[in-house]
C-alpha cells in the first residue's frame, strides 16, 4: 500500500534558516511567555513553521522535535481550560485557544511525517525499527490530540486526518516497529508505543465522544490511555462471537466500525480488527472496585473517583466496547420549528403556570431582555420514534451542554415536552445539530427542600406513564440529595414529603429520581 503523507511544500530558498542548535532552541524554549498560552503556542508555532518550511537533516529536525516537544505539551495542558468547559456553540475567544491547540499539534504532525519520510529514505540506518517506532509514535499522538480537540469541540474529525492515522500504524506495521517502546514521560507509565497510541485514538473515537460533556471526553482520554493496552490490535481471523469485534480499513479513511455492520468483503493485507472484549473486562473490575469504595491506584481515574461518580462514565464505556450494536431507529425528515427552554431553572419558570418573571437573575441563559424566561428557536432536522434531531438558528443566542435537560414545545403542541440533550455535532458549515431523547410528555414545575435544608430549589417533576411501565420521578440538580433522601416538595400551593427510591439517571446536568410519597 503506497504512503501518501499530507505536507507543507518546502521552501528551497528560505530567508531564515531554521534554527536545530540545542542550545539556541533551549534558550528560546526558556523565553516563552508560558504565562499567556495563546501568545507561547503563538510563538512556538512560527519556529515549527520554520523547521517544517525546508529541508534539514534528519538527525537534527528529530532532535529539534523533541526538544520543544515538553513545551508544547505544557502549553497545550494550558490552553485546553480555556475551551474544554464550554457550552455550545463555543464563543470565538474560545474557538481561538482549541484553533491555537490545534495548530500547535499540526505543525508537529508535520515535523515527524518529515522526519520519517527522511528517515525512510536513509540508505544506511542502523536502529531503524527503534527509530521509526519514536517517530511514528510521536506522529500518531500529535493527530491523536487534534482528534481530541476536535472531540472536545463537537467538529467532526477530518477524514484526512484518519488516512494518515491508518498510514502511520501500516508504515510501523512494516517495519515491524509497532509494539517497540518508546519514552513518553507524560504518561504514567513513561513509556509508550504506536500499537498504544494508535489504539487509544481508536477507543477514543468508538466511545462516542459527541454523546460526553467535553469534561468526560477529557476523564475518557486519561482513562484510557491507562487501559489501552487492554484492546487487541490483529489480523483478520476467525471470529467466534462479533461482541466488542471492530474492522479497521489501514487503507481507508474512516474509523473503526463494528464488525457486524460491515457489508464488503474484508481485505486481509490492509484490513485489520480491533477487539475489545478483555477491556470490557478491566472496566468491568474498575466497577466493583469503585462500587466497594475503593480507586484503583493505577493511575487511571482521579483520586476523587468515587465522588465524581466516575463508575457512570465506566458504565458508559462498557455499552460501547463491549454489546452488539443494536437497530438504529428510522428517521423521518422534518422541516419545522421548535421552541426550547435548556436546563432546570429555564425550563422551572417556563413550564409553571405562573411564569414568573426573575429581573434580578439576568446572568441566566434563556432570560430575555426584560427579565422573563425566553425559549429558544431551532430548526427541526428529523424525528424518529424517541427524538428529535434539531439545528440552532443562527440568530439564536442560546447555548447548551451534552446531558442537559430540555423541555420543547413545537407548533402543534400546547405543553412542554421533556427531553435530555444527548448529542451535539459542529458541522463545517459551524451549524450547532443537537440530538434530543424524549423521556416525558409533559412535567410539572415544583421546588424541592431536601433533607431539611435551608435551601430551597427547583426541580422537575415528571407524570408516571403506565403504557410505559415508567413510574413518576423527579429531575434536580446535580448533588442536591441521592437515593434515600427526605424531601419537602412544594407544588400548586401544597406541601409534600417524597422519599427518594431510585436513581434513574445522573448527567452532567441533572439526577433523577424515582419517589415515594412518606
Not at 45 to 52: T, V, W
Request: glycine share 4%; hydrophobic share 40%.
Amino acid at each position: 500500500m503506497p504512503i501518501s503523507l499530507k505536507l507543507p511544500s518546502l521552501d528551497n530558498n528560505p530567508i531564515l534558516l531554521a534554527e536545530t542548535r540545542a542550545h539556541k532552541i533551549n534558550e528560546f524554549i526558556q523565553n516563552l511567555p508560558f504565562g499567556d498560552p495563546i501568545r507561547a503556542a503563538t510563538d512556538l508555532i512560527e519556529e515549527l513553521q520554520i523547521i517544517n518550511s525546508q529541508k534539514v537533516a534528519f538527525t537534527n529536525r528529530l532532535n529539534a522535535l523533541e526538544l520543544y516537544r515538553p513545551a508544547a505539551i505544557q502549553i497545550y495542558q494550558d490552553l485546553i481550560p480555556h475551551f474544554s468547559h464550554a457550552n455550545l456553540p463555543i464563543s470565538k475567544n474560545e474557538q481561538a485557544f482549541a484553533s491555537a491547540a490545534e495548530q500547535l499539534w499540526q505543525e508537529f504532525a508535520f515535523g515527524y511525517k518529515f522526519a520519517l519520510i527522511d528517515l525512510q529514505n536513509k540508505i544506511l540506518n542502523l536502529n531503524s525499527s527503534k527509530t521509526t517506532a519514536l517517530v511514528i509514535q510521536r506522529a500518531i499522538h500529535a493527530c491523536k490530540e487534534i482528534a481530541l480537540i476536535h472531540h472536545l469541540t463537537y467538529a467532526s474529525t477530518p477524514i484526512a486526518l484518519w488516512s494518515e492515522l491508518h498510514q502511520l500504524y501500516y508504515c510501523a506495521l512494516q517495519q515491524s516497529a509497532e509494539n517497540l517502546p518508546v519514552a513518553e514521560h507524560y504518561t504514567s507509565a513513561n513509556a509508550s508505543s504506536v500499537n498504544l497510541i494508535y489504539t487509544q485514538i481508536l477507543l477514543l473515537n468508538l466511545a462516542n465522544p459527541q454523546h460526553l460533556a467535553n469534561q468526560d471526553i477529557i476523564k475518557v482520554d486519561v482513562y484510557l490511555g491507562s487501559i489501552a493496552h487492554q484492546a487487541e490490535l490483529r489480523p483478520l481471523g476467525f471470529i467466534e462471537n462479533p461482541t466488542g469485534v471492530f474492522l479497521i480499513s489501514l487503507s481507508g479513511n474512516k474509523p473503526p466500525t463494528a464488525f457486524v455492520k460491515n457489508k464488503a468483503i474484508p481485505d486481509g493485507s490492509t484490513d485489520i480488527l480491533l477487539i475489545t472484549v478483555n477491556l470490557a473486562r478491566q472496566i468491568h473490575q474498575h466497577i466493583k472496585l469503585l462500587q466497594e469504595g475503593i480507586t484503583p491506584n493505577d493511575g487511571s481515574m482521579p483520586s476523587n473517583a468515587i465522588e465524581s461518580h466516575f463508575e457512570d462514565l465506566l458504565a458508559y464505556l462498557i455499552k460501547q466496547y463491549g454489546r452488539t450494536p443494536q437497530r438504529l431507529f428510522s428517521r423521518s425528515k422534518k422541516s419545522d420549528g421548535v421552541e426550547l427552554s435548556i436546563g432546570i431553572n429555564t425550563t422551572h419558570h417556563l413550564i409553571s403556570e405562573a411564569g414568573s418573571p426573575f429581573n434580578s437573575r439576568q446572568g441566566i441563559s434563556g432570560l430575555g431582555t426584560n427579565g422573563t424566561y425566553k425559549p429558544s428557536r431551532w430548526q427541526i432536522l428529523n424525528v424518529s420514534a424517541g427524538g428529535y434531531a434539531l439545528r440552532k438558528f443562527n440568530s439564536s443566542q442560546a447555548t447548551a451542554q451534552i446531558g442537559d435537560v430540555v423541555a420543547m414545545k413545537d407548533n402543534s403542541t400546547k405543553t412542554w415536552e421533556l427531553a435530555v440533550l444527548r448529542w451535539a455535532s459542529v458541522n463545517e458549515l459551524k451549524q450547532l445539530d443537537v440530538g434530543l431523547q424524549l423521556i416525558s410528555p409533559s412535567a410539572s414545575a415544583v421546588s424541592v427542600r431536601a433533607d431539611n435544608s435551608a435551601l430551597e430549589s427547583e426541580a422537575l417533576l415528571l407524570p408516571e406513564l403506565p403504557a410505559l411501565k415508567q413510574p413518576a420521578s423527579i429531575i434536580l440538580s446535580v448533588g442536591l440529595c441521592k437515593v434515600g433522601s427526605t424531601l419537602e416538595l412544594h407544588h400548586n400551593n401544597t406541601l409534600s414529603h417524597v422519599l427518594t427510591t431510585k436513581l434513574v439517571e445522573r448527567t452532567a446536568s441533572f439526577e433523577r429520581f424515582q419517589y415515594s410519597l412518606i
